[in-house]
């Protein structure tokens, strides 16, 4: 069974920068494309970035050059670096992967950024 645990959020003021992981357990990790949703209050979930299993990664055009993400195969993780952050970027963040056409979802983790 393939589980996605975030970590990381937290309250942050604008401009400041924090740091979200996604550990993954289950199958082999390193198979597989994975990417970071956010979801802000009243409003849909949105793509944020992605790593696919070759290392390629994608963003949305609000974080790019802002946020990097990236992943260690080696230790079954992918991350989230956010900096420059600003009350837009408020939500709860979520790991996603999508295995053999099943979407697997972390629980989330929160991130607050303070104006």
């Known amino acids: 069974q393939v589980q996605l645990v975030e970590s990381g959020g937290g309250l942050v003021q604008t401009g400041g920068s924090l740091s979200l992981s996604c550990a993954f357990s289950?199958?082999?990790?390193?198979?597989?494309?994975m990417d970071w949703y956010r979801q802000a209050p009243g409003k849909q979930r949105e793509l944020v970035a992605g790593?696919?299993?070759?290392?390629?990664?994608t963003y949305a055009s609000s974080v790019k050059g802002r946020f990097t993400v990236s992943r260690d195969n080696s230790r079954n993780t992918m991350t989230l670096r956010m900096d420059s952050l600003n009350p837009g970027d408020t939500g709860v963040y979520y790991c996603?992967?999508?295995?053999?056409?099943?979407?697997?979802w972390g629980q989330g983790t929160q991130v607050t950024v303070a104006s």
């Open positions: 996603h992967t999508l295995i053999w056409g099943r979407d697997i």
């Open positions: 289950g199958t082999r990790f390193s198979a597989w494309d």
């Open positions: 790593v696919n299993s070759g290392g390629r990664t």
